[in-house]
Nanobody
């Protein structure tokens, strides 16, 4: 069971990125987390095979982050617009073999499967 993220890059403030996570297995639930400097890993959004989407957008991320799921490819994407320096960090993909539970976004340990992360750096 493997998760591989891609799409991280160094961009300027105001730019956009689309991160992807491809899974080797058909997980029911897939999610995006991030860890920015000095903070604990935080959940962004999750989506499961019923198309249920949960999000835990902080005020700073709401409206700029969108999660997409490609069921045929066992892949989720995270579209990030209007990037800010405070978005700099490592973005992780996580997965679970059961259907997503909304509270899992506040509890990273709920997810047993993780990717290695992809670095996003936003310069001002």
């Amino acid at each position: 069971d493997q998760l591989v993220e891609s799409g991280g890059a160094s961009v300027q403030r105001g730019g956009s990125l689309r991160l992807s996570c491809t899974a080797s297995d058909a997980f029911r639930c897939m999610a995006w987390f991030r860890q920015v400097s000095g903070k604990e890993r935080e959940g962004i959004a999750s989506v499961d095979k019923t198309s249920a989407v949960y999000s835990d957008f902080a005020r700073s991320t709401k409206g700029r982050f969108t999660i997409f799921r490609d069921y045929g490819e066992n892949r989720i994407d995270l579209q990030i617009n209007a990037l800010r320096p405070e978005d700099t960090g490592i973005y992780y993909c996580a997965a679970h073999k059961w259907y997503c539970q909304s509270y899992w976004l506040k509890s990273p340990s709920s997810y047993p499967y993780w990717g290695q992360g992809t670095q996003v750096t936003v310069s001002s």
